[in-house]
């Protein structure tokens, strides 16, 4: 499994000290933008299912938790050949908050994982359709028993939009210790990996 993140490299020299503090208010100047979009995040992370029942079975047993994986929270596109340039910043994209729900049945756990984040146009950007990758991953000790790389495609306008991504197809057979961990981030690729 492959997840990353495009990274930029600050030099040392003026030039690169100027693109460096030039990176940084262009990104905090998106973050506020994000910012600015209202909602809470209970209408963010509705991820229940009106016709689903849950006992108290389901309760009080074992959901693991998710976590983002380190570096993959965010995603920046870029105008072609010009990486790591604060300027040419097309999206920025962020993950913000995650969650998950667990059903155990006929010795099954069958969990729902939505992660929600906000996406912002950069300096580059355009009104349009924008198609983000995410891959949800859950390890136990060493194993990998499920990873999938899923698209959620996002109608960019003018200032901040939020999405959600849900994965709902996750069976496992239920775990006999607690050692499940699922992670949850942006996957640039490559795409050939589970």
Do not use: W
């Not at 030039?15 to 100047?29: D, L, Q």
Request: hydrophobic residues 40%; proline residues 5%.
């Amino acid at each position: 499994m492959v997840m990353g993140i495009a990274k930029g490299r600050a030099g040392l020299d003026g030039e690169g000290t100027v693109r460096t503090i030039r990176s940084m208010v262009a990104i905090g100047a998106l973050v506020v933008l994000a910012a600015c979009q209202s909602g809470g995040t209970n209408e963010v992370l509705d991820v229940s299912n009106n016709d689903e029942t849950f006992t108290e079975a389901d309760l009080r047993a074992y959901c693991p938790r998710v976590t983002l994986l380190e570096g993959t929270a965010f995603l920046r596109t870029y105008t072609s050949g010009n990486d790591g340039n604060p300027d040419e910043i097309v999206h920025q994209a962020v993950i913000s908050d995650v969650t998950r729900t667990c059903r155990y049945r006929n010795g099954q756990l069958f969990m729902t994982v939505a992660a929600a984040g906000r996406v912002v146009n950069g300096p580059k950007g355009a009104p349009g359709s924008l198609n983000l990758p995410v891959r949800v991953a859950i390890r136990a000790g060493e194993n990998l028993p499920y990873s999938q790389l899923g698209r959620i495609d996002v109608a960019m306008g003018g200032g901040a939009t939020q999405f959600i991504y849900r994965d709902d197809q996750i069976i496992l057979p239920e775990p006999e210790t607690r050692n499940l961990q699922v992670l949850v981030g942006f996957d640039e690729g490559p795409y050939d990996t589970p």
